[in-house]
């Protein structure tokens, strides 16, 4: 009967720490697909670390290694792994509480920087000679072309030299060709905020499972604690 009931539970805290390790691969694949379909980061290199794509496939991958320790904890019955998948979970969800805080308190000054990046990334445009700076360049029309916009904050931005990507319709080559007359900045980080709520909703779900992992691990090890079973 007792066997039973610890391989019940045992049973139970792998599925949990299964789960929470099928969310963070999840969470690694889906900030992958963000990174390959956002060809924009080179124009906000300040903001970049702060991007989803990033912080998803980092978080992501830490999850699912820290899961992978749990799930061989509980099934091998160590408790050198169970106290260790404990350590390192809960030292996750503080430095994710720590991330959140710093992130909202600086979401401001993030904006400010949001502003000088695509103001330095259009001067860029304008005197492009290198490679790094063609991939501005190329990345810039993209968001032009993209967004139906102009400029970062109008077309006056250009001084008179406008790009193709800034034309309303076909043809382009075209003497006194329709432009877009509103700027970038407000479309482009609108875009920025919709990954961001995205990020934010997968975190506080991966939050959640996180927290009911550590939970069911430290019930199980405490269980093979008092009696006895189990690997040191």
Same mark, same amino acid.
């Given at each position: 009967?007792?066997?039973?009931?610890?391989?019940?539970?045992?049973?139970?805290?792998?599925?949990?720490?299964?789960?929470?390790?099928?969310?963070?691969?999840?969470?690694?694949?889906?900030?992958?697909?963000?990174?390959?379909?956002?060809?924009?980061?080179?124009?906000? #290199? &300040?903001?970049?670390?702060?991007? #989803?794509?990033?912080? /998803? *496939?980092?978080?992501?991958?830490?999850? &699912?290694?820290?899961?992978?320790?749990? @799930?061989?904890?509980?099934?091998?019955?160590?408790?050198?792994?169970?106290?260790?998948?404990?350590?390192?979970?809960?030292?996750? *969800?503080?430095? !994710? /509480?720590?991330?959140?805080? &710093?992130?909202?308190?600086?979401? =401001?000054?993030? !904006?400010?920087?949001? !502003?000088?990046?695509?103001?330095?990334?259009?001067?860029?445009? =304008?005197?492009?000679?290198?490679?790094?700076?063609?991939?501005?360049? =190329?990345?810039?029309?993209?968001? %032009?072309?993209?967004?139906?916009?102009?400029?970062?904050?109008?077309?006056?931005?250009?001084?008179?030299?406008? #790009?193709?990507?800034?034309?309303? %319709? !076909?043809?382009?080559?075209?003497?006194? %060709?329709?432009?877009?007359?509103?700027?970038?900045?407000?479309?482009?980080?609108?875009?920025?905020?919709?990954? /961001?709520? @995205?990020?934010?909703?997968?975190?506080?779900?991966?939050?959640?499972?996180?927290? *009911?992992?550590?939970?069911?691990?430290?019930?199980?090890?405490?269980?093979?604690?008092?009696?006895?079973?189990?690997? =040191?």
């Amino acid at each position: 009967m007792k066997c039973s009931r610890v391989n019940s539970l045992k049973g139970f805290v792998t599925f949990v720490n299964f789960i929470c390790w099928l969310c963070g691969a999840f969470i690694v694949g889906f900030g992958e697909y963000l990174l390959i379909d956002s060809r924009f980061v080179s124009l906000i #290199p &300040t903001v970049c670390p702060l991007f #989803p794509a990033n912080m /998803l *496939i980092v978080m992501g991958t830490i999850v &699912t290694c820290v899961c992978y320790l749990g @799930i061989m904890g509980s099934l091998n019955e160590t408790r050198c792994m169970l106290i260790t998948f404990f350590i390192l979970m809960f030292t996750l *969800i503080v430095v !994710e /509480l720590a991330l959140a805080c &710093t992130f909202l308190v600086s979401e =401001k000054k993030i !904006e400010t920087f949001f !502003e000088k990046d695509l103001m330095h990334s259009l001067e860029t445009y =304008k005197n492009s000679t290198s490679e790094r700076e063609l991939t501005i360049k =190329k990345d810039f029309d993209a968001v %032009q072309h993209i967004f139906r916009c102009c400029g970062v904050y109008g077309v006056a931005d250009w001084e008179g030299d406008v #790009p193709l990507s800034c034309c309303t %319709q !076909e043809p382009c080559d075209v003497i006194h %060709q329709p432009l877009w007359q509103e700027g970038c900045h407000i479309k482009f980080r609108n875009w920025i905020s919709r990954n /961001l709520h @995205i990020t934010r909703a997968g975190v506080v779900s991966l939050f959640v499972l996180q927290f *009911i992992c550590i939970c069911f691990n430290i019930t199980i090890f405490c269980h093979f604690s008092l009696k006895g079973y189990g690997y =040191k």
